[in-house]
């Protein structure tokens, strides 16, 4: 995708290899997955808007640059979507991470 091809890993890298996950999400169909080197280089240009969707997890380090909404809160996710829509309407290309992108982002 045009996405995917903005940003290229630098040469002679190993493709990122996800860990391995108990009860892993399936992706929601039509969604594809994004290397994190293509992610920092797509932040770092603002060609996309980074959302973290961790909550109490995001102790183990911020995301500079990304925009922090909780996937798990006392507001349903699926709730907050209209609004969210809404307010990133001019973005071109939306990416959700989680802790593992194993649970929340491949559902968001």
Known sequence: SAA????????????????????????????????PAVVYGLLKERKCLLVDLRGDDRAAGLIEGAVHVKAIDTVPFVVKVPDLVQQWSEQNLVIFTCQYSAHRAPQC
């Open 4 to 35: 995917t091809s903005a940003v290229v890993p630098q040469s002679g890298r190993q493709p990122y290899v996800p860990p391995a996950c108990p009860n892993r999400v399936p992706t929601i169909a039509g969604i594809e997955h994004i290397e």
